[in-house]
């Protein structure tokens, strides 16, 4: 133990603080976060200009429209990601997907110069789909790397290279936009992208090998060329996959429930903000009034506090003012729980701790919203819910994929983790509508409705956990695929 110990290089010692890091791990690890990271950060440099140009083209309404598209789109381009997925090795996946997204910011970048209609409503959905795609490739791409063990070790590691990526992301954008315009933004976004190309090459290079990765590419070639797969039977476009395997089915449900779940908890917290603002102004007018002088919060001064046009300054910035706290709090408990609870969690209790962390603190959440609607109770409910969804519940599903063949991690993984969110999206707006014009929810309501569907939730967990022990054991060959060689790749397979 000592021996294998002393053999760690200093960086893959220091990671030892926060999960079991086993020598000549390190540096792949370091590069896999790094790179999600920059993922992160691309994502962060485009989302400003999506903003700006939808509220420009569409106003606030075009948003909850376009989701639906979005869930169209997604479907013929998972499809056809999937054909991808069958001819191209998965470096070279990667390289042709991402390079694609890349020319797609070129063209954006040139047509915002032309001024041309309806461009925000294309970017919106076209973000929305580069959004949930990219992330899923990583993941998908992560469970090739690691095998089932040191990918429960490792991933924590690397999915806070995300969380620091979300956080410090809006700040790197921010302080871009005092150099540069909003759409010179995309190209940078693109540069960012180019760099994610190299790092997936140099990490595939160091634990397959060049000589591997050709190998593996002629071989897809050949097949394709002879028309193998087309031949035997219908080519997997991974949403048979759902049904085919009851375990991909579940954790299509899972993401969907715990999508619609969180939606519709932020749809009740935008409810009681809105209160609160409302009732905040009241009171920052009332006394501006009362005092005969400027309305104030901070430094903001509201000469007229009594217009129209003040009132909804001074509600705005309260609201914004609540949200920035809020998202601060949520991505820095993230950051902590990534960084040294998710290991650990996994390592002493497994995985079925990991998938019944969220659920717990949703319970907790929406029940006490349910018996108290106080905006301060959903506070703290929502910062732990989010920032454990963000941290422990996404890392440990990306784990439930470790176990499972080639196809399933790519095939199937862009159906339940982009499709299957848009699809969430499409169903919390259904049951917020449902809930506003039909049955008048109000925010007990809504928490009632959750509290429900977290019941759904909790066995379908439990389903899943029963799934992932029979496919550990090599009881699901169809889903695991027969055992792994032993051979010379590095420590993280």
């Given at each position: 133990?000592?021996?294998?110990?002393?053999?760690?290089?200093?960086?893959?010692?220091?990671?030892?603080?926060?999960?079991?890091?086993?020598?000549?791990?390190?540096?792949?690890?370091?590069?896999?976060?790094?790179?999600?990271?920059?993922?992160?950060?691309?994502?962060y440099?485009?989302?400003?200009?999506?903003?700006?140009?939808?509220?420009?083209?569409?106003?606030?309404?075009?948003?909850?429209?376009?989701?639906?598209?979005?869930?169209?789109v997604?479907?013929?381009?998972?499809?056809?990601?999937?054909?991808l997925v069958?001819?191209?090795?998965?470096?070279?996946l990667?390289?042709?997907?991402?390079?694609?997204?890349?020319?797609c910011l070129?063209?954006?970048?040139?047509?915002?110069?032309m001024?041309?209609?309806?461009?925000?409503?294309?970017?919106?959905?076209?973000?929305?789909?580069?959004?949930?795609?990219?992330?899923?490739?990583?993941?998908?791409?992560?469970?090739?790397?690691?095998?089932?063990?040191?990918?429960?070790?490792?991933?924590?590691?690397v999915?806070?290279?995300?969380?620091?990526?979300?956080?410090?992301?809006?700040?790197?954008?921010?302080?871009?936009?005092n150099?540069?315009?909003?759409?010179?933004?995309?190209?940078?976004?693109?540069?960012?992208?180019g760099?994610?190309?190299v790092?997936?090459?140099?990490?595939?290079?160091?634990?397959?090998?060049?000589?591997?990765?050709?190998?593996?590419?002629?071989?897809?070639?050949?097949?394709?060329?002879r028309?193998?797969?087309?031949?035997?039977?219908?080519?997997?476009?991974?949403?048979?996959m759902?049904?085919r395997?009851?375990?991909?089915?579940?954790?299509?449900?899972?993401?969907?429930?715990?999508?619609?779940?969180?939606?519709?908890?932020?749809?009740?917290?935008?409810?009681?903000?809105?209160d609160?603002?409302?009732?905040?102004?009241?009171?920052?007018?009332?006394?501006?009034?009362?005092?005969?002088?400027?309305?104030?919060?901070?430094?903001?001064?509201?000469?007229?506090?009594?217009?129209?046009?003040?009132r909804?300054?001074?509600?705005?910035?309260?609201?914004?003012g609540?949200?920035a706290?809020?998202?601060?709090w949520?991505?820095?408990?993230?950051?902590?729980?990534?960084?040294f609870?998710?290991?650990?969690?996994?390592?002493?209790?497994?995985?079925?701790?990991?998938?019944?962390?969220?659920?717990?603190?949703?319970?907790?959440?929406?029940?006490?919203?349910f018996?108290?609607?106080?905006?301060?109770?959903?506070?703290?409910?929502?910062?732990?819910?989010?920032?454990?969804?963000?941290?422990?519940?996404?890392?440990?599903?990306?784990?439930?994929?470790?176990?499972?063949?080639?196809?399933?991690?790519?095939?199937?993984?862009?159906?339940?983790?982009?499709?299957?969110?848009?699809?969430?999206?499409v169903?919390?707006?259904?049951?917020?509508?449902?809930?506003?014009v039909?049955?008048?929810?109000?925010?007990?309501?809504?928490?009632?409705?959750?509290?429900?569907?977290?019941?759904?939730?909790?066995?379908?967990?439990?389903?899943?956990?029963?799934?992932?022990?029979?496919?550990e054991?090599?009881?699901?060959?169809?889903?695991?695929?027969?055992?792994?060689?032993?051979?010379?790749?590095?420590?993280?397979?």
């Open positions: 133990m000592n021996q294998v110990a002393s053999q760690k290089s200093p960086l893959e010692r220091f990671l030892g603080l926060f999960t079991e890091v086993r020598a000549g791990e390190g540096p792949v690890t370091l590069i896999m976060a790094f790179n999600v990271f920059l993922l992160l950060t691309s994502y440099l485009i989302k400003p200009v999506r903003d700006g140009l939808i509220l420009a083209d569409g106003g606030a309404e075009a948003k909850a429209y376009l989701v639906g598209a979005m869930a169209v997604l479907f013929f381009l998972v499809g056809g990601y999937s054909k069958s001819r191209y090795e998965r470096t070279r990667i390289t042709v997907v991402t390079a694609a997204f890349i020319v070129v063209i954006f970048w040139a047509l915002s110069r001024d041309v209609p309806y461009l925000g409503y294309v970017f919106f959905v076209w973000v929305g789909i580069f959004s949930v795609m990219v992330v899923a490739q990583f993941w998908s791409y992560a469970n090739d790397v690691y095998n089932n063990e040191s990918g429960k070790r490792l991933f924590p590691l999915a806070f290279g995300g969380s620091v990526g979300a956080f410090a992301g809006a700040y790197i954008a921010g302080w871009l936009l150099f540069i315009s909003m759409f010179e933004m995309l190209l940078v976004a693109g540069a960012v992208l760099l994610c190309i790092l997936t090459n140099i990490i595939s290079r160091r634990v397959w090998g060049k000589a591997a990765m050709e190998a593996r590419q002629r071989e897809l070639t050949a097949k394709a060329e028309g193998d797969e087309g031949a035997k039977k219908k080519e997997s476009l991974g949403f048979d759902l049904f395997y009851k375990y991909i089915g579940l954790i299509a449900l899972l993401i969907l429930l715990l999508n619609l779940v969180n939606t519709t908890g932020g749809y009740i917290l935008d409810v009681l903000v809105l609160y603002g409302e009732a905040t102004a009241d009171e920052v007018i009332g006394a501006a009034v009362g005092s005969g002088s400027a309305a104030s919060i901070g430094d903001q001064q509201f000469e007229d506090p009594t217009s129209d046009e003040a909804d300054e001074i509600e705005g910035t309260i609201i914004s609540f949200y706290g809020f998202y601060f949520v991505n820095l408990l993230g950051m902590f729980l990534q960084l609870v998710v290991g650990r969690l996994i390592k002493y209790f497994g995985i079925k701790a990991g998938l019944l962390w969220l659920p717990i603190i949703a319970l907790g959440t929406y029940a006490l919203i018996f108290a609607p106080v905006l301060r109770y959903a506070r703290i409910g929502k910062t732990a819910e989010n920032a454990s969804d963000y941290s422990i519940n996404k890392t440990t599903i990306q784990m439930l994929f470790l176990p499972t063949t080639h196809e399933i991690k790519y095939k199937a993984k862009q159906v339940t983790d982009s499709f299957m969110q848009r699809i969430g999206d169903g919390s707006a259904m049951v917020v509508f449902l809930g506003t039909v049955f008048t929810f109000g925010a007990r309501g809504f928490a009632l409705l959750n509290l429900g569907m977290i019941l759904v939730w909790f066995v379908v967990v439990f389903m899943i956990v029963r799934e992932h022990k029979e496919i054991k090599g009881n699901r060959p169809e889903i695991s695929g027969p055992p792994e060689k032993a051979t010379a790749e590095p420590a993280v397979r």
